[in-house]
């Protein structure tokens, strides 16, 4: 069945520096990718997501890119600041036909410590 | 306050003992989905619905039922609960499915 592969699960950067999270999904039917920052003891909110027709998306220190052939997209996160310290989760949507199937498979997620 | 609300916020049970957890949105939105979160797995779907009297199964429906009889209502059941689906679940609601999530505060199930 489909699946995506998130790595690594646990991330420890020192702040100012730059984190960069990767997944990989195996339904090349996918064509909406979001990306979920989770604190503790939250629900998760959206961060940016990337449709299949681009290729990088930005917004402020956070960019996501897209390679469709090769099947993996990645968070990058730049300038790390303490606040950023969180779960994050990647999710690929399948896309049969002309519409979403509303399937929402989710990566098994990243540990993100931004050490000040 | 645009919202997706779950009840009830903390639940232990017992194995076999039925139990319901409700979500409710109040966005006017179609889709709205079930996910249980455990370590190191991630978030799985178990059940999905697009719009009223249309719902479909995720990656890990074993167990769980739903219903979707008005719009803004979206309730799970365990019928015969068991221990491994001991979990902290979230409900949520977007539209178009293809569109960021609104996600409930979540329910931490303990089933002993």
């Known amino acids: 069945g489909e699946n995506v592969e998130q790595h690594p699960s646990t991330l420890s950067v020192q702040e100012g520096d730059s984190a960069v999270i990767k997944c990989t999904y195996s339904?090349?039917?996918?064509?909406?990718f979001p990306w979920y920052k989770q604190e503790l003891g939250k629900r998760p909110q959206l961060i940016i997501d990337i449709r299949s027709n681009v290729g990088e998306k930005k917004d402020q220190r956070i960019a996501v890119t897209l390679n469709k052939t090769a099947k993996h997209f990645s968070l990058h996160i730049t300038e790390t600041q303490p606040e950023d310290s969180a779960v994050y989760f990647c999710a690929a949507s399948p896309l049969y036909g002309s519409s979403n199937t509303g399937k929402l498979i989710f990566g098994q997620g990243t540990t993100l410590q931004v050490k000040p | 306050e645009a919202q997706v609300t779950q009840n009830p916020r903390y639940l232990i049970t017992v194995t076999g003992k039925k139990l319901t957890v409700t979500c409710s949105q109040n966005?006017?939105?179609?889709?709205m989905s079930w996910y249980r979160q455990d370590p190191g797995l991630g978030l799985r779907q178990i059940y999905y619905?697009?719009?009223?009297?249309?719902?479909d199964k995720g990656d890990v429906p074993e167990g769980y039922k739903v219903s979707r009889k008005e719009k803004r209502n979206f309730p799970l059941i365990l019928e015969s609960p068991s221990p491994n689906q001991t979990s902290l679940y979230f409900c949520?609601?977007?539209?178009?499915?293809?569109?960021?999530?609104?996600f409930g505060n979540g329910t931490r199930l303990t089933v002993t």
């Open positions: 949520a609601s977007s539209f178009p499915p293809e569109s960021p999530l609104h």
């Open positions: 339904d090349s039917a996918s064509n909406y």
């Open positions: 966005m006017n939105h179609e889709y």
């Open positions: 619905s697009m719009n009223v009297e249309v719902t």
